[in-house]
């Protein structure tokens, strides 16, 4: 099928997911996986194969950019030292475990391709485990630490990974020359990619001063870097993933100087679109492949496949279970980075962190880079039932894992977290006082009476906000029940311009430019007056 026509296909049958998952009560992982599962049986669609090195540069870079640039720091910071334990030690765990336990289940699987597998399943996916849990939540603190985690091991990972892979094709293993490349990888990747981070942002803001702040050019600029940061890396013979990770981290304790309230929405909206499609696309592929990949390892036993995947699942969680619940008991005993309570670990939340496990995207795209053949032209040893079970680990987890967290969040109670709400209720309160004695001070040189009774008018509207969140809580219900009313009667009054102004054009009064001039001030206004009612 040609490219143009497939990749329509497979926006179309993200689109398709994205739409049926609010009829059914699959998470949309799992939803899109069954889509192209679907989509497979159509003409065409059945023998998709992707390109490796294609699938890596295309999907990874914006993926873990994306990931990175929205990870708070400072909950990013405070997770740290947890994170590292579960980010570095778990995945080297993983990777000896793995390699070790399937070399000896399944003996034709040399020991470099098993570890090259245990590098693969070994990083979690934040994405797939947060849009499994959406109707229930996980609390924000273990939130914080799956997003870590998931940042950090896909990074981890993914350059044992590539040290795996380099020694499945060449046959050799070196513990100490895997340690030397390791460092040689990581400590260059992370190097360029703070560099080019640093670089793109003053050619930003060099454009900025220069009148070029479009709001357009600049949220490009942000969807190039990881592409650059990638394969700057990967020139320079680093790690370009741990280039992209180390971009994005960097760029998110970064403020581009003199860039627009605008162009800061529109960099949200276009990396929001983004971050679906591409994640979407990658279920969507999973489910497409898996017909390809079940004929890949048709001389195995259905039994025996049904084995190696439950093996491996099975393997996984035993070793994160106990490796989360003796690193915290460890962390709490030695008051290494404790920041629990004085009691010791929770164990619900430690039964939360050990189960939200789901393997996804990156896994995905790992396994299909795998290449076909090694340097010196023979195929890749056991390929097939690598991917097969690379995929099959995906499966497991999405509904072994995630399907049951929200049941396992309600049972264990865990669902309501204060912290966060607070925390914003404060900071409200704290920029609506900013806003008062910015007003008195304008206020204070004003002469014309108008002027001045409308910055009385504004200053008691900001009171007024502080009241809200710090007043008595039945005023403050009271007073929630007017705001509310009033902004329902805005977007009443927008609602009732909306429709004359469609009259209008339907009555050639005016043409489309008026139209779409005038609604998109509509648009802004409802906006605002909406945000304004959800979390007022």
């Known amino acids: 099928m040609p490219p143009i026509d497939l990749s329509l296909l497979l926006l179309l049958a993200v689109a398709v997911g994205g739409a049926l998952v609010h009829w059914t009560p699959l998470p949309l992982p799992i939803l899109l996986v069954v889509v192209g599962v679907l989509a497979s049986l159509l003409p065409g669609l059945n023998g998709i194969v992707i390109d490796p090195e294609l699938f890596l540069l295309l999907f990874i870079p914006p993926i873990l950019f994306a990931d990175a640039w929205v990870l708070p720091r400072r909950d990013f910071v405070s997770t740290l030292k947890p994170v590292l334990l579960l980010a570095l030690g778990l995945v080297v765990l993983t990777v000896v475990a793995v390699g070790y336990v399937m070399h000896w289940l399944i003996p034709a699987m040399p020991l470099a391709v098993a570890f090259t597998l245990g590098a693969i399943v070994s990083p979690t996916d934040a994405v797939a485990t947060v849009a499994t849990t959406q109707t229930l939540p996980l609390p924000a603190r273990i939130v914080h630490i799956v997003n870590a985690e998931s940042l950090l091991n896909d990074a981890s990972g993914l350059v044992a990974f590539k040290l795996a892979v380099a020694a499945a094709a060449s046959g050799l293993f070196s513990s100490a020359t895997v340690a030397e490349d390791f460092l040689h990888l990581a400590g260059g990747g992370v190097i360029i990619g703070i560099l080019f981070e640093w670089l793109g942002r003053e050619l930003r803001q060099n454009l900025i001063r220069l009148r070029a702040g479009d709001p357009v050019l600049q949220t490009l600029l942000t969807v190039l870097m990881p592409y650059g940061a990638y394969l700057a890396a990967e020139a320079l013979h680093v790690s370009g993933i741990l280039a992209v990770v180390a971009a994005g981290l960097w760029a998110s304790g970064q403020e581009v100087k003199g860039l627009t309230a605008d162009a800061r929405r529109h960099a949200r909206e276009v990396w929001r679109m983004l971050s679906y499609v591409l994640n979407g696309l990658v279920f969507v592929l999973l489910g ?55 009691a010791g670990p929770d164990p619900k939340r430690l039964l939360l962190v050990s189960w939200a496990a789901v393997r996804g995207s990156i896994t995905l795209a790992t396994a299909l880079s795998v290449p076909a053949m090694v340097a010196a032209g023979t195929p890749f040893p056991e390929r097939d039932l690598l991917v097969f079970l690379a995929a099959a680990t995906i499966i497991l987890t999405l509904t072994l894992n995630g399907i049951p967290l929200p049941w396992l969040i309600r049972k264990l109670g865990m669902n309501s977290d204060q912290d966060d709400v607070e925390e914003e209720r404060t900071a409200r309160a704290e920029v609506a006082r900013a806003a008062i004695a910015a007003v008195a001070l304008v206020a204070s040189e004003l002469a014309d009476a108008e002027d001045r009774a409308f910055a009385e008018q504004l200053s008691r509207r900001y009171a007024g906000k502080v009241e809200l969140l710090e007043g008595d809580p039945q005023d403050a219900s009271l007073r929630a029940t007017h705001i509310a009313l009033r902004r329902r009667l805005r977007l009443a009054a927008i609602g009732a311009e909306r429709q004359r102004l469609r009259e209008l054009r339907a009555n050639d009064t005016i043409n489309d430019e008026t139209l779409r001039l005038i609604e998109s001030e509509l648009d802004e206004r409802e906006l605002v007056s909406s945000i304004s009612a959800e979390r007022g």
Request: glycine share 8%; net charge positive.
């Open 288 to 342: 497409l492949q898996l017909r390809r990949m079940l004929t890949g390892v048709d001389h195995y036993a259905p039994l025996a496949l049904a084995l190696y995947a439950v093996a491996l699942w099975a393997l996984l969680m035993v070793l994160r279970i106990v490796w989360v619940w003796i690193s915290a008991h460890l962390r709490f005993r030695l008051g290494w980075g404790w920041s629990g309570s004085a």
